[in-house]
C-alpha cells in the first residue's frame, strides 16, 4: 500500500527567506502523481503545484517549485521569498496514474504547519 | 474559477440526530469526495462517487452513507451523529481524466455533536 511521510508537523521562516519542506512516499508504481496543497486558517484547500512522475523536470509555480528524486521517493517543497500570506498546512499527497474507480483517491501525508513570521 | 460549495461552515448538532452536509460544484465534474479531517491525523477519505447514483466508499465509511442524485450535489449523511463525529468535513470534485487533473475544495464544515 502507498503511504505518504510529511516529517515535519510544524515549521516556521522569517519573511523573504527560503523554507523547505519534506515529504516521502512509498509505491511499488512506476507513474503516479505528486501534489502539494495548502490549507490557510481560512481552510479552502487549495493546490499549490503538481508533478508527474515520468517528468524528470521539477515542477515550478512562481515561488513554489519541488525537488522530485523519485529514485529516493522523495518530493521536497521550496517556497522562496517567504511571504504572510504563505502560513499555512501543507499537505504532501500522491495519486496513482488516472485510472478509475478507487484507484482515484489520493493518499494523503499528516500535514506540515507552516508559520511565516514578520 | 471552479466553484464547491459547503451548506454550513458551522453546525452543532445532538447526539443521534440525522445530520446532512450539502456539497455543490458548479464545474461539471463527475467526480466528487467526503473527507474528515481530524488533528494528527490528516484528511481520511469517507466516500467518494465519480458518476451520478455512483458511490465507493473510503477508508472510513463507518457511520456514513452519501447520495449523490445529480451531477453537481453530493451529500454526506450521519444516520445517527455521535461524538466521535465532531470533526471537520471537507468536499471535493474534481473533472475525470483531466490533463491537469486536481482536485477543487470547498470551506469545509466544523461539525460539533454534543
Known amino acids: 500500500a502507498q503511504t505518504v511521510t510529511q516529517s515535519q508537523p510544524e515549521m516556521s521562516v522569517q519573511e523573504a527567506e527560503t523554507v523547505t519542506l519534506s515529504c516521502t512516499y512509498d509505491?511499488?508504481?512506476?507513474?503516479?502523481?505528486l501534489f502539494w496543497y495548502k490549507q490557510p486558517p481560512s481552510r479552502q484547500m487549495i493546490l499549490v503545484i503538481r508533478?508527474?512522475?515520468?517528468k524528470q523536470q521539477n515542477a515550478t509555480e512562481n515561488r513554489f517549485s519541488v525537488n522530485f528524486q523519485k529514485a529516493a521517493k522523495s518530493f521536497s517543497l521550496k517556497i522562496s521569498d517567504s511571504q504572510l500570506g504563505d502560513t499555512a498546512m501543507y499537505f504532501c499527497?500522491?495519486?496513482?496514474?488516472?485510472?478509475?474507480?478507487?484507484?482515484?483517491?489520493?493518499?494523503w501525508g499528516l500535514g506540515t504547519s507552516l508559520a511565516v513570521n514578520p | 474559477d471552479v466553484k464547491v460549495t459547503q451548506s454550513s461552515r458551522y453546525l452543532v448538532k445532538r447526539t443521534g440526530e440525522k445530520v446532512f452536509l450539502e456539497c455543490v460544484q458548479d464545474?461539471?465534474?463527475?467526480?466528487m469526495f467526503w473527507y474528515r479531517q481530524d488533528p494528527g491525523l490528516g484528511l481520511r477519505l469517507i466516500y467518494f462517487s465519480y458518476d451520478v447514483k455512483m458511490k465507493e466508499k473510503g477508508d472510513i465509511p463507518e457511520g456514513y452513507s452519501v447520495s449523490r442524485e445529480k451531477k453537481e450535489r453530493f451529500s454526506l449523511i450521519l444516520e445517527s451523529a455521535s461524538t466521535n463525529q465532531t470533526s471537520m468535513y471537507l468536499c471535493?470534485?474534481?473533472?475525470?481524466?483531466?490533463?491537469?487533473?486536481?482536485?477543487?475544495f470547498g470551506s469545509g464544515t466544523q461539525l460539533s455533536v454534543l
Open positions: 464545474m461539471d465534474h463527475e467526480n
Open positions: 508533478q508527474e512522475a515520468y
Open positions: 471535493a470534485s474534481s473533472s475525470m481524466g483531466a490533463a491537469n487533473e486536481k482536485l477543487f
Open positions: 499527497a500522491f495519486m496513482k496514474t488516472l485510472s478509475a474507480g478507487n484507484n482515484r483517491k489520493l493518499i
Open positions: 509505491t511499488s508504481e512506476n507513474n503516479y502523481y
